[in-house]
Structure formats: structure tokens, C-alpha cells
């Protein structure tokens, strides 16, 4: 094999692993969009008053969990400190190949948050369901969005610690 045909793999293998990066950084960015979604429409309805639409009966029940101790942190909204947490992962995404410090630690950034984030909604799924013993689908759709992110962002610091 020449030395230009083994360019030219390199080259290839390259684009590959770029086209997954981005692939990557795309459903990241597509996962913000959902969870901003639900995290707003979550926070709209706590601060103007309304109740989620929720089957509210048996292990099912939101009016459980929206109304418990656990519904707010330093008096804000657990979904709103959720949806700024989902503000947060979009503008390191955004700016992360602009800002010469997010260049260099944005993807670890983004894990902590990502990793916090699943941690705290683990407790609180845990909480929901050994204390309160009620569940809220709108609570569990924000926590499988931020695993799923943490999983993402988790492929791609792994990638990146990979190919330095």
C-alpha cells in the first residue's frame, strides 16, 4: 500500500469519527430542545398555578409530587431549576466551539452538569417513589432526558479523551 492510499484511509477514518462527533453533538442538541419543552411546560404550569394533566390516582398521581417538599429548592420550582439546567447544556453546546475555555473544558463541563442532573433526578425519582409513593410521567420524561444526555455527553468526552 502507498503512502497516499494510506492518506487518503486516515482521511476517511477521519471524516467517520467527525461525522459520529457531530451525530453526537446533534441528538445533544436535539435533547435540550425536549427537555427545555418539558421542563417549561412544567415551570409554566407550577408558576401559573395549573395542575399537570395526569391521571392523578394510585402510583400515578403529579398532585402528589408537585405539591410535596421536594417540589421546590431555595423556593424555586424543581422544574425550573431543571429547565435552567437544560438552558445551560444548550449555550455550552453553542459555545463550545467558539470560546477558546469552553474549547478546552466545555465537554467536561457539560458532563458534571449532565452527571449532577441524573444524580439529583435519581434521588428524587427515589423519593417519589419509596416516600411519597406517587410517580409524575412529566417528572420521569425530564430524568430520562437528562440520562440520556449524560449518556451522550459521556460517549463523547470518552471519544475525545480517546483520540487526544
Known sequence: ????????????????????????????LLLVVVGLAVTGYMTYN????????????????????????????LGVPTATWGLLAHLTIGALLLFDRRVGFLREYGLLMLFGLTLFGTLYHSYLIYV?????????????????????????????????????
Open 46 to 73: 407550577k408558576l401559573s398555578g395549573q395542575t399537570l394533566p395526569c391521571t392523578n390516582e394510585g402510583l400515578i398521581n403529579c398532585a402528589v409530587v408537585e405539591n410535596s417538599a421536594w417540589a421546590s429548592v
Open 128 to 164: 417519589s417513589f419509596s416516600i411519597l409513593q406517587a410517580l409524575c410521567p412529566w417528572c420521569l420524561a425530564a430524568a430520562a432526558v437528562m440520562l440520556a444526555q449524560l449518556i451522550i455527553t459521556g460517549i463523547r468526552l470518552r471519544r475525545s479523551i480517546i483520540s487526544a
Open 1 to 28: 500500500m502507498s503512502t497516499l492510499d494510506a492518506s487518503r484511509m486516515q482521511s476517511t477514518a477521519d471524516a467517520s469519527l467527525d461525522r459520529r462527533g457531530q451525530l453526537l453533538r446533534s441528538l445533544s
